[in-house]
């Protein structure tokens, strides 16, 4: 099976700063990459899928990049309800695995 | 708007069964794949299941093959999750998502979620 695996697993940072979230693919997913955010208590919701397309109502400061086997999540200019934690998902075949997550702090 | 509620969920020995059940609402439930996927206790997403939108084709993860069967009614707007020979390490909360369209793609609707303990 196709491991997901994100990078860092925690990292703070502050309002207004610039993150960026990496997932590698153990094999070439292609362009079938999602990222989503999970706040605490809460649903996941999506973000970005075919790595880059931002899902409806997403602030344009998200941003999504990369191909292949090496994606990155880019926050430009984090704001307070940014803060969360981040999954990457492939979804092209079965297993639809999931990165381990990314929590960013303040 | 869209609208997925999970339930079922509750408190079972290791080796007993429970079926969760996703009630649709708010979309054509027959033409979306559908999938269930699962968080521990502060751990992060584990997916473990992925229905077609006829129920003819499904997927599970290893951790659950052979132990749980998806299915759904696209009569009634209903996919289940049928959970055997359950383990303590099942624990979780268990979410019923919504493909954002045909084809390969990730979750844009999920429900709230039910949450499944498996202790003795």
């Known amino acids: 099976d196709i491991q997901m695996t994100q990078s860092p697993a925690s990292l703070s940072a502050s309002v207004g700063d610039t993150i960026s979230i990496t997932c590698r693919a153990s094999q070439d997913i292609g362009r079938y990459l999602a990222w989503y955010q999970q706040k605490p208590a809460k649903v996941p919701t999506l973000l970005i899928y075919n790595v880059s397309t931002l899902y409806a109502g997403v602030p344009s400061r998200f941003s999504g990049s990369g191909s292949a086997t090496d994606f990155t999540l880019t926050i430009t200019g984090l704001q307070p309800e940014d803060f969360a934690t981040y999954y990457c998902?492939?979804?092209?075949?079965?297993?639809?695995?999931f990165g381990q997550g990314t929590k960013v702090e303040i | 708007e869209v609208h997925l509620v999970e339930s079922g969920g509750g408190l079972v020995q290791p080796g007993g069964s429970l079926t969760l059940s996703c009630a649709a609402s708010g979309f054509i439930f027959s033409v979306y794949e559908m999938g269930w996927v699962r968080q521990a206790p502060g751990k992060g997403l584990e997916w473990i299941s992925y229905?077609?939108?006829?129920?003819?084709?499904?997927f599970y993860a290893d951790s659950v093959r052979g132990r749980f069967t998806v299915s759904r009614d696209n009569v009634k707007d209903v996919m289940s999750l049928q959970m055997n020979n359950l383990r303590v390490e099942d624990t979780a909360v268990y979410y019923c998502?919504?493909?954002?369209?045909?084809?390969?793609?990730?979750?844009?609707?999920w429900g709230q979620g039910t949450l499944v303990t498996v202790s003795s």
């Open positions: 229905i077609g939108h006829d129920g003819g084709t499904t």
């Open positions: 998902q492939r979804y092209s075949s079965a297993p639809r695995t």
């Open positions: 998502a919504r493909d954002l369209h045909g084809g390969a793609t990730p979750f844009d609707s």
